[in-house]
């Protein structure tokens, strides 16, 4: 019998896409507040491990803090209300990853219920 473990792959899922939302927003935070970003300030601001920061799955999470650490802090820098605060275009690559990540998962997600309703379908072709 195979174990259903439908549950546990989409909670780890999710987990990990909270941790990575997380991230993103301690670096804005960092940035904005003219911090220095480095691996130990991210992960402190962000309640995240090193360990994740360094994971190959989140390497482009660790490129932007390469990035953001090779420049110099903005001391003084202030971000009005009414101005919106754009993305940088690595932190938009990041978020285009983890949608492409997404529509993946969907996509094997839709090909399984398809191949489990063919089997259904053939069950109820038999009984009938």
């Known amino acids: 019998m195979?174990?259903?473990t439908e549950a546990i792959v989409r909670f780890a899922a999710?987990?990990?896409?909270?941790?990575?939302?997380?991230?993103?927003v301690a670096l804005q935070?960092?940035?904005?507040a003219?911090?220095?970003v480095t691996f130990a300030?991210?992960?402190q601001a962000a309640?995240?491990?090193?360990?994740?920061l360094y994971d190959a799955r989140q390497a482009d999470l660790a490129a932007e803090i390469r990035r953001l650490r090779d420049l110099p802090p903005a001391h003084g820098k202030e971000v009005?209300?009414?101005?919106?605060v754009g993305k940088s275009d690595a932190a938009k690559d990041a978020q285009i990853a983890r949608l492409r990540e997404r529509?993946?998962?969907l996509e094997r997600e839709a090909q399984r219920l398809r191949e489990e309703n063919a089997v259904l379908y053939g069950r109820l072709a038999e009984q009938s």
């Open 103 to 105: 529509v993946r998962t």
């Open 80 to 84: 009005s209300a009414t101005t919106p």
């Open 41 to 43: 300030a991210v992960c």
């Open 34 to 36: 003219g911090k220095s």
């Open 14 to 24: 999710e987990k990990s896409h909270n941790t990575r939302s997380r991230v993103l």
């Open 47 to 52: 309640n995240v491990s090193k360990t994740f």
């Open 2 to 4: 195979k174990r259903n």
């Open 29 to 32: 935070e960092l940035q904005q």
